[in-house]
């Protein structure tokens, strides 16, 4: 009984090590002081493939998210984004961005499907016989386990349109090269604007946990 | 012998009848997410969700209108019913790139 329990435990352990792997969580060096940083200059971002103004509007995200978060926001330098830190900081970060997908017209296929997804039904049946002497009372168990494998119908397709945005950050010390921070990630919606606008939340979201702010 | 055609001929209207009902179920439901899909992008959510929550009742296992239906939600910022569908969504879904979608959706919504 133990020893399922311990075998239980396991599998469970493995389950939540692989998931966690599997995770996207950010790539971060460890050994790097973010206490000691005094701005993150945002550098431009190129458009995607035949979407001018697709990395403005972005950097305009990102900007406009950076502020919503409480960090102080300035664009004297050649119109590029500054947010400003620690005064007291030594290190300068540039912040890259690379558009992996923006794209509003993509068409999905939505089969009328019908998905069976089997199922596992267990049967336990318990008996017991006595011969009159309640001492010598015999118990049975037997467990009978039945799988269903499932199935797929499908008939005609429908299509409509749906918004992808996808991105690809990363975090530079400017003075010694060094990549600090790195993260891709990408959302779907119905929505071009309100999908690019969930991505710079999510990825300035995890930039923000990095200065405690 | 005339019991038997009269048993034939019966047989045939039930089988006839019950193919033609499934025909109508179907091009109900297709009909609905048509109008639905018309009035998503249209910009009209909420009569598209009413639309897929009609086609839902005839096939409540399909699991890209689960995901359409959270993707509206979404849109409508009606977070707890958007996580809703998605979970619904998962449970009906053997698409590993629904299902992986699906889970980005509820980390974002869940805030982790």
């Known amino acids: 009984m133990e020893f399922r329990l311990f075998k239980k435990a396991i599998y469970f352990f493995l389950i939540l090590l692989y998931s966690n792997n599997c995770s996207h969580a950010p790539a971060i060096n460890e050994t790097y002081d973010f206490s000691l940083v005094n701005t993150i200059n945002i550098d431009k971002i190129a458009d995607y493939p035949k979407r001018p103004g697709s990395g403005q509007i972005m950097e305009d995200n990102l900007s406009f998210i950076f502020m919503k978060n409480g960090f102080n926001v300035s664009q004297i330098m050649s119109n590029n984004t500054v947010i400003n830190l620690n005064d007291e900081g030594e290190n300068n970060l540039s912040l890259s961005c690379t558009l992996t997908e923006y794209t509003d017209r993509e068409t999905i296929l939505i089969p009328y499907r019908v998905e069976d997804r089997g199922s596992i039904e267990t049967t336990i049946t318990q008996s017991s016989e006595s011969n009159g002497d309640d001492q010598n009372a015999i118990a049975t168990t037997s467990t009978t386990t039945t799988t269903d494998g499932g199935s797929i119908q499908e008939s005609r397709k429908l299509e409509y349109t749906q918004a992808r945005v996808g991105m690809i950050l990363k975090l530079k010390d400017e003075k010694t090269g060094l990549l600090v921070w790195t993260h891709s990630y990408w959302y779907s919606g119905i929505e071009l604007s309100s999908t690019a606008q969930i991505c710079a939340r999510n990825s300035v979201g995890l930039i923000s946990k990095l200065f405690n702010n | ?112």
């Not at chain 2, 890209?64 to 998605?86: F, P, S, T």
């Open chain 2, 1 to 112: 012998m005339k019991n038997i055609i009269k048993l034939i001929r019966s047989s045939l209207i039930i089988i006839i009848t019950s193919i033609s009902l499934s025909i109508f179920a179907y091009g109900q439901s297709e009909d609905h997410l048509k109008r639905a899909i018309s009035a998503m992008e249209t910009g009209l959510f909420d009569e598209s969700l009413k639309q897929l929550n009609l086609a839902l009742s005839d096939n409540p296992k399909n699991a890209q209108v689960h995901k359409l239906i959270a993707l509206l939600y979404e849109a409508l910022e009606k977070k707890e019913k958007a996580i809703k569908a998605w979970n619904d969504c998962i449970r009906y879904s053997k698409d590993q790139s629904i299902i992986k979608e699906a889970k980005i959706h509820l980390n974002y919504l869940n805030g982790i």
